[in-house]
């Protein structure tokens, strides 16, 4: 009797850790639950500001090269002459939008934006994005920290990927409101160097009913060099 209780639990162990590893069950549990279930229920070392404290992580800082800060000068005058707004930008997305969090003085959030996960200034992503409305087109002027390397002394491609989604997504959401990207598509022509400033632009090419259709390109700083084509589809939710 021992013997099969012994088993029963060691049967039972192996399919719920079975169980654990299919992600057709994460992901129902996302769907029925909500992002704040499927969070793991260990305590996270995270910590948010209030929101009187808020960061925003898209001004100047001393991790900041003088391309970088060059560049946010130049769009910064744009600005003030009304063609460009600079995005602010907080390390969680709740922070972004208010609107979902009534309680915004103190959101209850155990997670961190990706691109604003780190709290050490200039070892991860160091971006700004402004914004033109008129031409539906983002400007991120972008410094990869060396915890971004992929090949030896050079930005990952994952890292690069993850700057044209951003920049992309804001591009999507404030041409056209809550969007998922649906399809990413990307040529990497010419590596990056780690440190190095560059600029993603991107653009809405058309919209058809839900879908958004964008197109980027990151160059670096006098834009001779072209390092990144991509496409993205984003789809209204
Ligand atoms: C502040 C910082 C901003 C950062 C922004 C970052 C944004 C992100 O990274 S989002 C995370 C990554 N994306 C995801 O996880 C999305 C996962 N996918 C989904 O949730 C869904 O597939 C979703 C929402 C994209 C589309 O689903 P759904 O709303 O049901 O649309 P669906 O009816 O299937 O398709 C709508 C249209 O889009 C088209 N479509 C959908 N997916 C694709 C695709 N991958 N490729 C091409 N077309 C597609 C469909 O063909 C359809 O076209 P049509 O209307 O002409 O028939």
Known sequence: MFKFSVRLIKGLMQVTAWLQEQPVLTNLLYRISGPASYLPSRDLTVTWPRAEEHKDFSLPNSSWSQSMRNLYNKYMELSQQGSWIRLPSYNATVTHFTEQCPNSAKPQVTTRLFTRNLDVEGLGFEYVVFYN???????????????????????????????????????????????????????????IVLGSTAEVQCRVDKIEDRKIFLSAEIRNVDGQVLHTEATILFVQV
């Open 133 to 191: 409305q008129a031409e539906q087109r983002t400007v991120c002027i972008f410094q990869a920290g060396p915890y971004l390397e992929g090949s030896h002394g050079l930005i990952h491609g994952g890292a690069i990927a993850t700057i044209i989604d951003s920049t992309a997504g804001i591009c999507a959401i404030c041409t056209a409101g809550k969007v998922m990207t649906a399809n990413l598509n990307i040529n990497y022509r010419s590596p």
